[in-house]
Antibody, heavy 123, light 111 residues
Framework: EVQLLESGGGLVQPGGSLRLSCAASGFSFNRYWIHWVRQVPGKGLLWVSRINSDGTITTYADSAKGRFTISRDNAKNTVYLEMNSLRAEDTAVYYC????????????????WGQGTLVTVSS | QSVLTQPPSVSGAPGQGVTISCTGSSSNIGAGSDVHWYQHFPGTAPKVLIYGNSHRPSGVPDRFSGSKSGTSASLAISGLQAEDEADYYCQSYDRSLSCWLFGGGTKLTVL
């Protein structure tokens, strides 16, 4: 079964840092792009970042540029999202997901998704 | 604020039908980017309901259908059932912003 499992969320103070992990199983992890998407409580989904199959290409939403860093370890089938200078508005459930095809075609849909990990930025 | 606009909520009685709209712009839906729809039960992983504007993955009932025209798309749900009560999101790629967009989500209530 194709699965993604996020971890690493928690409570952090404004200005602090947190590293999220996304562990994959059930598919050829080193062939796929991986994306992070977040959902602010009570709000919609917002795309955050993506990384290509070998980790050489990364892209970020404007809200994440300069503060978040996405990386991957294909030996561990894991993608990471390092989040620095966290703000209250970064409070959200963070999901990792995968385009349905390994090509990285922009029009692909996302499937599967993980269950999400909650990040709370508060003093 | 989402660049894809959805109504915050829709409702219908069991057996009835509802339609959820998703309005974009000339840089995403209107530029030819595909629209996908997800069903999301809070606390669980979102799941694709419609992909490529109008295609249903295997296992999704034919009560769910999608369409696209111009800068908008729609998700239609017929024969409402209690288990359809969830949040629904549209998604498309924006060619100007070079990022993936989601709608603000629509909460479906089955009365």
């Amino acid at each position: 079964e194709v699965q993604l499992l996020e971890s690493g969320g928690g409570l952090v103070q404004p200005g602090g840092s947190l590293r999220l992990s996304c562990a994959a199983s059930g598919f050829s992890f080193n062939r796929y792009w991986i994306h992070w998407v977040r959902q602010v409580p009570g709000k919609g989904l917002l795309w955050v970042s993506r990384i290509n199959s070998d980790g050489t290409i990364t892209t970020y939403a404007d809200s994440a540029k300069g503060r978040f860093t996405i990386s991957r370890d294909n030996a561990k089938n894991t993608v990471y999202l390092e989040m620095n200078s966290l703000r209250a508005e970064d409070t959200a459930v963070y999901y990792c997901t995968r385009p349905v095809n390994p090509s990285g075609y922009n029009d692909d849909w996302f499937e599967p998704w993980g269950q999400g990990t909650l990040v709370t930025v508060s003093s | 604020q989402s660049v894809l606009t959805q109504p915050p909520s829709v409702s219908g009685a069991p057996g009835q039908g509802v339609t959820i709209s998703c309005t974009g712009s000339s840089s995403n839906i209107g530029a030819g980017s595909d629209v996908h729809w997800y069903q999301h039960f809070p606390g669980t992983a979102p799941k694709v309901l419609i992909y490529g504007n109008s295609h249903r993955p295997s296992g999704v009932p034919d009560r769910f259908s999608g369409s696209k025209s111009g800068t908008s798309a729609s998700l239609a749900i017929s024969g409402l059932q209690a288990e359809d009560e969830a949040d629904y999101y549209c998604q498309s790629y924006d060619r100007s912003l070079s990022c993936w967009l989601f709608g603000g989500g629509t909460k479906l209530t089955v009365l």
